[in-house]
T-cell receptor
Framework: DVKVTQSSRYLVKRTGEKVFLECVQD?????MFWYRQDPGLGLRLIYF???????EKGDIPEGYSVSREKKERFSLILESASTNQTSMYLC???????????FGPGTRLTVT | QQQVKQSPQSLIVQKGGISIINCAYE??????FPWYQQFPGKGPALLIA?????SEKKEGRFTISFNKSAKQFSLHIMDSQPGDSATYFC???????????FGTGTRLTVIP
């Protein structure tokens, strides 16, 4: 049974702080993704990685960076958190299309 | 620019009724159309998917209808149940791609 875990369910940070969101998958998937979910906007892709140390920008990469040093772990970094980054962040992994993406439970980040 | 347009944003259906969610796309290269279901507090999970070589796919009470000429596809939930209350996302991509393009989501509420 595929499992994608995210380091925190809820996180509150202050404006300007550096924020790390961690994601781990246990199915040896090549592809990992970070999305943000906002009401009325659906799931928007921030970054994805198709291999260790490889990354590609998604639709909304501004203000974010990522790190993938090991196959099972994909980190999302907010270099200097801002209030407009308050959102639900979802991590996912997959073998690649047309295989399904498996999502973690999400991290609700509030930046004050 | 939204690659996949989804409607309605929210839907209320009586128990036993039919729920219908519609999606439209422009990119004719898309050849994979999944639907994801998300319950509160959980990440999305794959519900059902279709390829454009068939016009309909049914799994239990869930059916995807696909109209290639109109570039539209829809999810029908027959005999809707309160347990179907969730947010539904359509998505699209092409085989060999790494990422999915998601619609904006439909929040379905089935009232007893």
């Amino acid at each position: 049974d595929v499992k994608v875990t995210q380091s925190s369910r809820y996180l509150v940070k202050r404006t300007g702080e550096k924020v790390f969101l961690e994601c781990v998958q246990d199915m040896d998937h090549e592809n990992m993704f970070w999305y943000r979910q906002d009401p009325g906007l659906g799931l928007r892709l921030i970054y994805f990685s198709y291999d260790v140390k490889m990354k590609e920008k998604g639709d909304i990469p501004e203000g974010y960076s990522v790190s993938r040093e090991k196959k099972e772990r994909f980190s999302l970094i907010l270099e200097s958190a801002s209030t407009n980054q308050t959102s639900m962040y979802l991590c996912a992994s997959s073998l690649g299309l047309p295989f399904e993406q498996y999502f973690g439970p999400g991290t609700r980040l509030t930046v004050t | 620019q939204q690659q996949v347009k989804q409607s309605p944003q929210s839907l209320i259906v009586q128990k036993g009724g039919i729920s219908i969610i519609n999606c439209a796309y422009e990119n004719t290269a898309f050849d994979y159309f999944p639907w994801y279901q998300q319950f509160p507090g959980k990440g999305p999970a794959l519900l059902i998917a279709i390829r454009p070589d068939v016009s309909e796919k049914k799994e239990g009470r869930f059916t995807i209808s696909f109209n290639k000429s109109a570039k539209q596809f829809s999810l029908h939930i027959m005999d809707s149940q309160p347990g179907d209350s969730a947010t539904y996302f359509c998505a699209a991509s092409w085989t060999g791609a790494n990422n999915l393009f998601f619609g904006t989501g439909t929040r379905l509420t089935v009232i007893p």
